[in-house]
């Protein structure tokens, strides 16, 4: 059987991985994609504890994080649509991409 410091390992590699992604790359979809990995291993932390401590909120709010984790990426993904559609740019280093 897994132990909690199994989930807080993959949750920590998780992370690293999201935060390496946001900072070293410059496409907009890679750090997009890399913030849901960093929403991801907060949710594996939340269930982790949620089955620790034997409480079921923490399970709760990881569901919750999930909604608010789709909707930011639905309307993220609508935005860099919008920035590509209207620039030919396809990185998001551009101080004025968002100034139509």
């Known amino acids: 059987m897994l132990s909690i ?3 807080f390992f993959l949750s920590f590699a998780l992370f690293l991985l999201g935060v390496v992604g946001v900072v070293m790359r ?3 979809l890679v750090v ?9 291993a907060v949710n594996i932390n939340l269930v982790a504890f949620s ?12 569901i919750l994080l999930v909604v608010v984790a789709f909707a930011e990426a639905v309307v993220g993904l ?3 649509a919008a920035v590509f559609r209207r620039h030919d740019a396809k990185t998001g280093d ?7």
């Open 5 to 7: 410091e199994h989930y």
């Open 51 to 62: 089955r620790w401590f034997g409480d079921a909120s923490g399970q709760a709010v990881a």
């Open 32 to 40: 997009l994609m890399s913030v849901e990995l960093i929403l991801n």
């Open 94 to 100: 551009e101080k004025d991409m968002l100034s139509w």
């Open 78 to 80: 609508a935005i860099i």
């Open 26 to 28: 410059r496409n907009a």
